[in-house]
Antibody, heavy 123, light 111 residues
């Protein structure tokens, strides 16, 4: 059973860069897509982006200019960097594994999630 | 404004059946992209409930079922239990946005 655990600072100053790491245990980070998803307090879920060690990365259009997701296969970890943060980036950040099923075209879903980590942007 | 539209709240008494709708458009559900559902219990991470329209992961009771038609999808919960009180989110892929999208979420209250 794969497990994911987010880690990183819980407080980031405005205009600085938010950095989080997701450590994957119980399975290899290869052969899957891995995603970051966030949830502002009291609001819904927002997909941020994904990474795959062969296919590279893809980001949601609204954050594309500020987001970088990277992978460290030697540590079985992947990371999120979000630059120039503002109060609007305050949220619980989740890392998740993306599994897939081929049905005509390949369909994807988030089958395992970390517990989430709250990041507050404030001076 | 979410790309996928869900009712903000639904409610039902124990033992009843409730449904949660997820309305999309021609660039997501209507284009044939499948829908996944997640359950988020209070103060916990979301959990996969239904994947690829109607499949249940191991351990999810068969009281939960998913369906899709046209540009909409539905999650049905039968034999409602107090432990089902949670937020439910639908999710799909949107070709015009070239990314995965979530519904705004529906809060289920068990009366």
């Amino acid at each position: 059973q794969v497990q994911l655990q987010e880690s990183g600072p819980g407080l980031v100053k405005p205009s600085e860069t938010l950095s989080l790491t997701c450590t994957v245990s119980g399975g290899s980070i290869s052969n899957y897509y891995w995603s970051w998803i966030r949830q502002p307090p009291g609001k819904g879920l927002e997909w941020i982006g994904y990474i795959h060690y062969r296919v590279s990365t893809k980001y949601t259009s609204s954050l594309k200019s500020r987001v970088t997701i990277s992978l460290d296969t030697s540590k079985n970890q992947f990371s999120l960097k979000l630059s120039s943060v503002t109060a609007a980036d305050t949220a619980v950040y989740y890392c998740a594994r993306v599994d897939s099923m081929v049905r005509g075209v390949t369909q994807y879903y988030f089958d395992s999630w970390g517990q989430g980590t709250l990041v507050t942007v404030s001076s | 404004q979410s790309v996928l539209t869900q009712p903000p709240s639904v409610s039902g008494a124990p033992g009843q059946r409730v449904t949660i709708s997820c309305t999309g458009r021609s660039s997501n559900i209507g284009a044939g992209y499948d829908v996944n559902w997640y359950q988020q219990l209070p103060r916990t991470a979301p959990k996969l409930l239904i994947y690829v329209d109607s499949n249940r992961p191991s351990g999810v009771p068969d009281r939960f079922s998913g369906s899709k038609s046209g540009t909409s999808a539905s999650l049905a919960i039968t034999g409602l239990q107090a432990e089902d009180e949670a937020d439910y989110y639908c999710q799909s892929y949107d070709s015009s946005l070239s990314g995965w999208v979530f519904g705004g979420g529906t809060k289920l209250t068990v009366l």
